[in-house]
T-cell receptor, first 114, second 115 residues
Framework: AQSVTQLGSHVSVSEGALVLLRCNYSSSVPPYLFWYVQYPNQGLQLLLKYTTGATLVKGINGFEAEFKKSETSFHLTKPSAHMSDAAEYFCAVSESAAGNKLTFGGGTRVLVKP | EAQVTQNPRYLITVTGKKLTVTCSQNMNHEYMSWYRQDPGLGLRQIYYSMNVEVTDKGDVPEGYKVSRKEKRNFPLILESPSPNQTSLYFC??????????????FGPGTRLTVL
């Protein structure tokens, strides 16, 4: 069975500082990994995804994530936070050979301080 | 515009009064799914459908029903809602043919309150 753990339900960063959101997963088969963002009162929007190939994945809005198989991690980073990055972020895993089911982490709410 | 739509966006109801939340996608996706979002728990899958007339339970199916009579529509039915079904609900769809990523496209959400 697949599962996802996001460390920290709330993260506070200063504008211009590094954003680091942690995600660890468990999966019995090679996983597909996703980061979604949810802005207030909106649905989920895909930030980036890892399927196969290059382990450093670049997404929208300057975010990137690195798949580390040995650490079963897929942490999300952005070098310089912007006020518009305030949102809730969800890490999700899908077992590549098991259909389309997504399993989500509990989410991390990011607050950006001026 | 390619999208997943849900109606209603907001709903307040009372215990036991049957309700239906509609979901429709215009991308000709085979796979559709319903999730509920609760604080600290992320999104949990309620039901999913791999194609017309093919549905199956997700992780939290109790108290819910679904149907898939047409490819584009996947309504969520609460026959007898209870307060513990107060939640934010998302519908999502995905093309099965694109099995390289299993990426899903989400609707805007339906906030349901059961009194």
């Amino acid at each position: 069975a697949q599962s996802v753990t996001q460390l920290g339900s709330h993260v506070s960063v200063s504008e211009g500082a590094l954003v680091l959101l942690r995600c660890n997963y468990s999966s019995s088969v090679p996983p597909y990994l996703f980061w979604y963002v949810q802005y207030p009162n909106q649905g989920l929007q895909l930030l980036l995804k890892y399927t196969t190939g290059a382990t450093l994945v670049k997404g929208i809005n300057g975010f990137e994530a690195e798949f580390k198989k040995s650490e079963t991690s897929f942490h999300l980073t952005k070098p310089s936070a912007h006020m518009s990055d305030a949102a809730e972020y969800f890490c999700a895993v899908s077992e590549s050979a098991a259909g389309n089911k997504l399993t989500f982490g509990g989410g991390t709410r990011v607050l950006v301080k001026p | 515009e390619a999208q997943v739509t849900q109606n209603p966006r907001y709903l307040i109801t009372v215990t036991g009064k049957k309700l239906t939340v509609t979901c429709s996608q215009n991308m000709n996706h085979e796979y559709m799914s319903w999730y509920r979002q609760d604080p600290g728990l992320g999104l949990r899958q309620i039901y999913y459908s791999m194609n017309v007339e093919v549905t199956d339970k997700g992780d939290v199916p109790e108290g819910y029903k679904v149907s898939r009579k047409e490819k584009r529509n996947f309504p969520l039915i609460l026959e007898s809602p209870s307060p513990n079904q107060t939640s934010l609900y998302f519908c999502a769809s995905s093309p099965l043919a694109e099995r390289v990523s299993n990426e899903q496209f989400f609707g805007p959400g339906t906030r349901l309150t059961v009194l």
